[in-house]
């Protein structure tokens, strides 16, 4: 496996393990211990299929917006790609969207270069 592809496989389990946290935070915590209801109703193929859904629409959320920060930084010109299809591209760590934009490149496979400069001096 290439190392692009160990760390896409990464970043998806990353974020499906905060996303599965935040499930658990925000309905599971509160059914069980607010509304008292009984543990039957988590072992429910219905609960199940639910808790997998809201996961995958969480994953399908942050990476719609890791996109779009992504083409943001582009068009801001923090993000510059090499070559016409390339899957390489720099990355100003001064970014104010770097965080999302360097996870849309992880679950893209493109690589990153990343160069130093002030976010300060692009506005």
Do not use: W
């Not at 896409?8 to 905060?18: Q, W």
Request: proline share 3%.
């Amino acid at each position: 496996m290439s190392d692009e592809t160990v760390k896409m496989v990464r970043a998806y389990l990353k974020t499906i393990s905060i996303a599965a946290i935040a499930v658990q935070a925000l309905f599971v915590f509160p059914i069980a211990f607010i509304f008292r209801t009984p543990d039957a109703l988590f072992h429910t193929g219905i609960f199940r299929f639910v808790a997998a859904m809201l996961l995958l629409l969480i994953v399908a959320l942050v990476r719609c917006a890791a996109y779009a920060a992504f083409r943001s930084a582009i068009y801001c010109g923090y993000i510059r790609p090499l070559g016409d299809k390339s899957r390489i591209a720099t990355i100003c760590t001064g970014c104010p969207r770097y965080g999302l934009a360097m996870l849309h490149m992880r679950f893209s496979r493109r690589k990153a270069v990343l160069i130093c400069c002030d976010a300060r001096a692009r506005e």
